[in-house]
């Protein structure tokens, strides 16, 4: 009698077989073969620690089960089931108050099975519970039945072993979910990266345009031209519309007739445009202009 309620729960299609489960408040494995191509469904139940006392018609001792179940048709589900009784639902869905351990209770929503046996219902987001009784030694549910109160089962769900019904271990999902997130930490490095040089080539080409202005801007005319090359430096310091605030020469060239050059050209320059990429206007510039001869 042991497997009883194992074997006949799933050899059904829609696992709708008001059998009792008889067995011990831990986990128990089953695997059955399904339709005529006997494809394979594993399933892991255990039973509550305590049984509930229901009034007429269902009176007498009443366990609920836990299942956990892969199916070929069907994927993976987790079901409540109550040896009888009935647990309000309707046509479409009602909620169950689940707690793990000492976190805090929050409803779950629950289905009815496709023969609307309301002694077995489906858990929506069944993955997520299974997570959390991975991780947990109790848990709680908290259901409305018929011509009752509503009623607590608790599980001791320690010991659940998923690969029994082809899932992953607690092991393969810690190092999957590390993964997966050094994966997206990766990307987000990666992106970053890609923006910053991005940015930077755009500040390059804003700095060499600014630049080429400036450049055409410098009259050479008093210009003593038999030198080389010589090179300035400034820090523009601009207001939010992009005229000048102050012009500072922080680097000479040598040559002061170029210098004051370039220092009318930068005044003729403004006032400057916005960045493309930013959108904004910077609030100093650290320009270096050069002259070739």
């Known amino acids: 009698m042991r497997r009883c309620f194992m074997r006949l729960y799933f050899l059904a299609l829609y696992s709708c077989l008001a059998i009792p489960f008889e067995a011990t408040a831990a986990w128990e494995y089953e695997s059955f073969k399904m339709g005529i191509d006997e494809e394979i ?3 892991a139940g255990v039973r ?3 049984s509930l006392s229901l009034d007429f018609p269902y009176q007498g001792e009443t366990f609920g089960h836990l299942v ?9 589900n987790l079901m409540i089931i109550l040896d009888r009784g009935q647990i309000l639902c309707g046509i479409d869905s009602c909620e169950m108050r689940i707690k793990f351990d000492n976190e805090p209770s929050y409803s779950a929503e629950l289905s009815p099975s496709d023969s609307y046996d309301n002694h077995l219902l489906f858990a929506s987001q069944p993955e ?8 947990s030694k109790l848990m709680k549910i908290e259901l409305k039945l018929f011509q009752s109160a509503a009623k607590i089962l608790e599980f001791d769900v320690s010991g659940l072993d998923p690969t029994k019904i082809e899932r992953p271990s607690l092991k393969a999902r810690q190092a999957e979910e590390a993964a997966r997130q050094r994966a997206e930490q990766e990307l987000l490095v990666e992106q970053h990266k890609r923006a910053q040089e991005k940015l930077a080539a755009a500040e390059a080409e804003y700095f060499k345009k600014i630049v080429a202005r400036i450049q055409a801007n410098t009259s050479l005319a008093d210009f003593n031209t038999t030198v080389g090359s010589l090179t300035s430096e400034y820090l523009v310091e601009l207001l939010p519309n992009g005229s000048i605030k102050n012009v500072q020469l922080t680097k000479p060239s040598g040559n002061s007739t170029y210098d004051q050059a370039v220092h009318t050209a930068i005044h003729a320059s403004a006032p400057f445009e916005a960045n493309s990429t930013t959108g904004k206007i910077p609030a100093s510039l650290q320009i270096t202009i050069k002259l070739k001869r």
């Open 68 to 76: 956990l179940r892969t199916h070929p048709e069907s994927g993976f």
């Open 128 to 135: 997520a519970l299974e997570e959390k009784i991975l991780r």
């Open 41 to 43: 469904a594993k399933a």
């Open 48 to 50: 509550s620690i305590n």
